[in-house]
Each structure stands twice: as structure tokens, then as C-alpha cells.
């Protein structure tokens, strides 16, 4: 049985699947359960938890209530992995200085995009106004910074997996930052008292919050779409034929299953996912068994183990640059450093604490990464 931990609060208690967090996580995590919306929810946090920006990475919660705070999901609304499996046909190696061109040619990264509009129809289902709607057009088919990549890896029977971490780009924060706001105005009067302790936590009910999971929906969409372009592009370039594919989404509002997930993804039974450990050692490939007592929800990656500050003041560039030694990749730069495989935890604080919600079915090795850099 995997290591676990329970905290309460005045409002809930929470279930923490490994017993190894650090006195922020606790801290931030009891700062949830305080809160009234909380109450009769069921909140479950995943073993790669860490410090996050509203609550804990990691934290998946029941949304019976109807009351439901934006920051919990933050502004990468329907971040996510995709993952095809590809038929690259009979070299003896993929071509990874054509692949590497295609990608710093077609796939604009960080804060880069598109010279021209991609249309997409569902934004005219917003219900506010983006004065920057044409941005947000261009941004389709782009990859995020930070711990987003593009990455190609093989199975041990020799079968190569094209994996794109992306989410909702630009559009994701403004509707989070737009909703947020609105949480804060709902919230006010009650600052501060026993309703709401903290504003970070302000939430949204009744038509405002209908107003968010719509536009929320949407950018859970975008999302979608856009890793789906990024994919398709690649394919289509580097002339590679879909085999199978499938998305795991790991930061967003599962709107049929009622249950919201930051950083974790949907582990219902039969369903597969992804869990990417870090640029060296690859992803686990795992199928869902289900588990309603972790919300039918795994953990989206191995966690990290040095915050990005930490990481480049303490990490040697030299030392990534060896380890990353077998992995084709041109984005090992003193600017990725933050993202080298010392940053994050070991696989075996993942493995070791899964079972009961997933049934790991292989491991995927990379053999090429990109990262914005």
C-alpha cells in the first residue's frame, strides 16, 4: 500500500497519496480546507504534489457545490499531453536534425506565434470580449514555454510515441484572469471573515459561474485543438503515419465527471494516459483502473523537486549537458535549465505510489526533445 497522509481542515480533510511533502504543501493545503466552498467536497491530492499557484499541484476535488474558485485550475486551462503513436516508416533512425528544422520552423514556442490567424469557431461562444481575439487566433498550433515540449520517444518493442505538452496559451490566462476578478468581486464583502479567509481563494456561483465554465469549456477546447495542430504539422512535414493517439489532459474541470484537476489527470477505468517523468528518463504509459478514492485521477508527472529559481542557481550546466548526452536535442541551453532532470523527482516516487489507481503498461524512452528555449 502507498505511503499517504490526511490533513484537515476547518471545513474538509484531504488525502495526500505519499507521506513524503514538504511544510509548504501542508500549509497550502490546509489554507484550502479552511475555506466554506470546500465543504462536503472530496479532495484527493497526487503523489507528484508540489507548491502551486491557488493550491498545491496535484490537488483533485469533487465540484458539487457549485461554487468553484478559478485559481484552482489557474490560467493553463486544458494543459495536457497528446500523444500518437507513429509509423515513421523503415530508416533505421528517425531524422532528427529534419525534425528538430521542422519544429523551430513551423511550431512557434514561447512567446512566439503565427504570422496569420488560425480560425476556430468556438470563440465566439466567449462571454466576454478579448480586445487581443486575432492573438489568440495566432496562437493556435503553438507551443508553450517553461516545462512544455515536444518529444519523440520508443517503447521497448521499438514503437516511436510523438508526445505534445501544450495547453491553452494566451487565452487560458485571460479567461482565468478575467473570471478570477469576478471571483474577487463576488467575494469582497466577505473578505477576511469566516466565508472567505483568503481572496486568493474567492469563488464564482450561480450565473457567474456558469459564465466561467462556459469559457472555461472553450479554452478546454483551444487546448485540444492546439496540440492537435501541432501534432498533425509534424506528421504531415516530416511524411510519419498515425498509428493510434490519444489526449491526457492534466489541468482542467472534467465537466461530466463533475471533478476538477490541477495537474493530474483523468485515471477512469480503461482510460489511457500519460505520466512524463522528466527530458531523460522519458514517460510512463498507463491505463486508468477507476479508483473513486483517488477521484479516478493519476499524477501528470514525477513532480518537481527544485523550484525553477533553485534549479539554475544550483544545477550544473555541465552536468545536464552529460546527462542528456543520448537524447537529440538542441534546446540543452543554460536557459532549460530549470528543466534538466535533477530538477524533478525520481521515477520511483511515482512508481511506487500508483497502483492503486493505474496499471502501467510500458515505458517510453526519448530519443528526441525540444523545448522553447
Known amino acids: 500500500m502507498p505511503d499517504q497522509l490526511t490533513l484537515s481542515g476547518l471545513y474538509n480533510s484531504a488525502v495526500i497519496?505519499?507521506?513524503?511533502?514538504?511544510?509548504?504543501?501542508?500549509?497550502?493545503?490546509?489554507?484550502?480546507l479552511d475555506e466554506p466552498f470546500v465543504q462536503d467536497e472530496y479532495i484527493?491530492?497526487?503523489?507528484?504534489?508540489?507548491?502551486?499557484?491557488?493550491?498545491?499541484?496535484?490537488?483533485?476535488?469533487?465540484?458539487?457545490?457549485?461554487?468553484?474558485?478559478?485559481?484552482?485550475?489557474?490560467?493553463?486551462?486544458?494543459?495536457g499531453i497528446m500523444v500518437t503513436e507513429v509509423d515513421i516508416g523503415h530508416p533505421d533512425r528517425p531524422?532528427?536534425?529534419?525534425?528538430?528544422?521542422?519544429?523551430?520552423?513551423?511550431?512557434?514556442?514561447?512567446?512566439?506565434?503565427?504570422?496569420?490567424?488560425?480560425?476556430?469557431?468556438?470563440?465566439?461562444?466567449l462571454t466576454f470580449t478579448i480586445a487581443h481575439i486575432n492573438r489568440i487566433r495566432q496562437s493556435l498550433g503553438t507551443l508553450g514555454g517553461g516545462n512544455h515540449f515536444i518529444e519523440l520517444g520508443q517503447n521497448d518493442q521499438g514503437q516511436y510515441f510523438l508526445a505534445v505538452h501544450t495547453g491553452s496559451r494566451n487565452l487560458g490566462l485571460t479567461v482565468a484572469t478575467?473570471?478570477?476578478?469576478?471571483?474577487?468581486?463576488?467575494?469582497?464583502?466577505?473578505?477576511?471573515?469566516?466565508k472567505v479567509?483568503?481572496?486568493?481563494?474567492?469563488?464564482?456561483?450561480?450565473?457567474?459561474?456558469?459564465d466561467y465554465l462556459n469559457d472555461l469549456a472553450v479554452?478546454?477546447?483551444?487546448?485540444?485543438?492546439?496540440?492537435?495542430?501541432?501534432?498533425?504539422?509534424?506528421?504531415?512535414?516530416?511524411?510519419?503515419?498515425?498509428?493510434?493517439?490519444?489526449?491526457?489532459?492534466?489541468?482542467?474541470?472534467?465537466?461530466?465527471?463533475?471533478?476538477?484537476?490541477k495537474g493530474a489527470t483523468d485515471a477512469s477505468k480503461g482510460k489511457k494516459l500519460i505520466i512524463p517523468l522528466n527530458m531523460k528518463d522519458g514517460s510512463l504509459m498507463a491505463t486508468g483502473k477507476g479508483n473513486p478514492e483517488w477521484n479516478y485521477s493519476a499524477p501528470h508527472g514525477a513532480g518537481?523537486?527544485?523550484?525553477?529559481?533553485?534549479?539554475?542557481?544550483?544545477?550544473?550546466?555541465?552536468?545536464?549537458?552529460?546527462?542528456?548526452?543520448?537524447?537529440?536535442?538542441?534546446?540543452?541551453?543554460?536557459?532549460?535549465?530549470?528543466?534538466?532532470?535533477?530538477?524533478?523527482?525520481?521515477?520511483?516516487?511515482?512508481?511506487?505510489?500508483?497502483?492503486?489507481?493505474?496499471?502501467?503498461?510500458?515505458?517510453v524512452r526519448p530519443v528526441y526533445n525540444f523545448k522553447s528555449s
Open 219 to 261: 479554452s478546454q477546447q483551444y487546448a485540444h485543438r492546439n496540440r492537435e495542430l501541432i501534432s498533425d504539422r509534424i506528421l504531415s512535414r516530416m511524411n510519419w503515419q498515425a498509428v493510434d493517439r490519444f489526449d491526457s489532459v492534466h489541468n482542467y474541470i472534467d465537466l461530466e465527471q463533475r471533478i476538477l484537476r
Open 304 to 363: 518537481r523537486l527544485l523550484s525553477r529559481r533553485q534549479a539554475k542557481k544550483t544545477l550544473s550546466f555541465a552536468h545536464f549537458k552529460e546527462v542528456m548526452h543520448d537524447v537529440y536535442s538542441t534546446s540543452i541551453r543554460r536557459e532549460t535549465l530549470d528543466e534538466a532532470p535533477m530538477a524533478y523527482k525520481k521515477a520511483a516516487s511515482i512508481t511506487d505510489n500508483i497502483s492503486e489507481t493505474v496499471t502501467i503498461t510500458a515505458r
Open 197 to 210: 479567509k483568503t481572496p486568493s481563494l474567492s469563488y464564482l456561483e450561480g450565473a457567474q459561474l456558469n
Open 17 to 32: 497519496y505519499t507521506a513524503h511533502v514538504d511544510d509548504a504543501v501542508i500549509a497550502q493545503v490546509k489554507q484550502l
Open 44 to 79: 484527493a491530492i497526487m503523489p507528484d504534489t508540489h507548491i502551486g499557484k491557488g493550491a498545491v499541484i496535484g490537488t483533485t476535488m469533487t465540484i458539487k457545490n457549485k461554487k468553484v474558485c478559478p485559481n484552482l485550475v489557474g490560467v493553463d486551462i486544458g494543459c
Open 95 to 125: 531524422a532528427f536534425e529534419k525534425l528538430d528544422q521542422v519544429i523551430r520552423k513551423s511550431i512557434p514556442s514561447g512567446f512566439s506565434i503565427h504570422q496569420y490567424p488560425e480560425a476556430f469557431a468556438p470563440l465566439s461562444d
Open 178 to 194: 478575467y473570471h478570477q476578478k469576478k471571483a474577487l468581486d463576488h467575494c469582497r464583502p466577505f473578505h477576511g471573515t469566516a
